[in-house]
């Protein structure tokens, strides 16, 4: 019989945790017997160890250090901890209850994946004693576009002004909450709208994650003009959304490596991203998208894309060369089943 492995995230409709928790079952699942299971639903690790025992299962993979870690530190199955990015960035390690926990998990884990570079380091610095059980695997991207036309559902729906061949958006996507910054550049950018631009839109697409910011966040976009919140889309309609923009931003104060942003780079538009070690660590400056440190660098970098012919052409063609280098679901799956196998072995 094949053996089991246990999928353990947080599993938020629209959350990157939930999107690498299906995409590793997919990659896994041609081997292994696979299970998905929401750690909100477990309420503690003696919880978690009699779902272990009634489904036989040989393997754990916890997504998130913290979220999983309360149920895993005590985990007698082997344990391989993928960190999220939140996980290991300075808002959870300065709670010294959440680094407890972590550290304990950690400790426990046979592997401990990082996305990137940044995250291996930091994780590095957090837990130095571990450095032999840490594998940093590139989070991969898969694309597929529907046939959704984003500029009609803005007209229809939102009441923008058409018509919608004439439209130009800006795309963000992001659960809305306080890690993501979606109100980071609205002021700027609405003033920016107000003075010349009229029909250049900020779409920012996501689920409201966390209710009080939400609330923040939504009379944020209420008054700022040319900025519309769009809360959800199935995945092909919002890759559709995406293709259909001049740029994708990303506007975070902390990422392990933004789904949203392989994305882009993925579908061709050229990336506008704050420059934060889990953005640097995947684009170039001016070479495979472009990066900022204020919401006014922001718009200068919006308005050197709309006017500057030849670059977005220059951009888009270095970031799908580094999409189908790193971040291809062949390299992921391989990675990933050679890891759950080691641990197999022993």
């Given amino acids: 019989m094949p053996a089991v492995i246990l999928l353990l995230s947080k599993l938020t409709k629209g959350s990157g945790n939930l999107a690498t928790a299906e995409r590793i079952r997919q990659h896994l699942e041609p081997r292994f017997t696979c299970m998905v299971l929401d750690v909100e639903k477990v309420p503690d690790s003696t919880a978690l160890g009699v779902i272990l025992a009634q489904n036989n299962v040989d393997v754990v ?134 003075n010349g631009h009229e029909r250049t839109y900020l779409i920012i697409i996501g689920p409201i994650l966390n209710e009080h910011y939400g609330k923040t966040f939504q009379e944020t976009v209420n008054s700022s003009v040319g900025v519309v919140y769009i809360p959800g889309l199935p995945q092909e309609d919002l890759h559709a959304a995406i293709k259909d ?52 660098e922001f718009i200068g970098q919006l308005e050197r894309l709309l006017t500057v012919p030849w670059l977005k052409e220059e951009l888009v063609e270095k970031a799908k060369l580094i999409v ?4 291809t679901c062949d390299k992921e799956r391989e990675a990933y089943t050679r890891l759950v196998s080691k641990v197999l072995e022993g």
């Fill in 245 to 296: 923009s001049v740029a994708l931003v990303n506007s975070s104060i902390s990422e392990g490596m933004s789904a949203a942003v392989l994305e882009g780079m993925a579908l061709g538009v050229p990336v506008i991203a704050r420059d934060i070690p889990g953005n640097s660590v995947i684009i170039t400056n001016e070479v495979s998208g472009l990066l900022f440190d204020s919401p006014t």
């Fill in 61 to 194: 993979i916890g997504i998130h250090a913290y979220h999983t870690g309360r149920v895993l530190k005590d985990c007698l199955v082997p344990s391989i901890i993928v960190f999220g990015g939140t996980d290991v960035n300075e808002q959870q390690y300065r709670d010294v209850e959440r680094l407890a926990v972590m550290t304990t998990a950690v400790k426990k884990a046979r592997y401990l994946v990082c996305f990137s570079k940044s995250v291996l380091q930091q994780a590095q610095d957090l837990w130095l004693s571990q450095i032999h059980a840490m594998v940093e695997i590139f989070q991969a991207v898969y694309v597929n576009p529907s046939q959704f036309s984003v500029k009609s559902h803005l007209i229809d729906k939102y009441q923008v002004c058409g018509p919608g061949s004439s439209l130009t958006l800006v795309t963000l996507v992001a659960g809305i909450r306080p890690v993501k910054d979606p109100i980071y550049l609205l002021r700027n950018f609405s003033d920016w709208h107000k």
């Fill in 324 to 327: 189908s280098e790193r971040h």
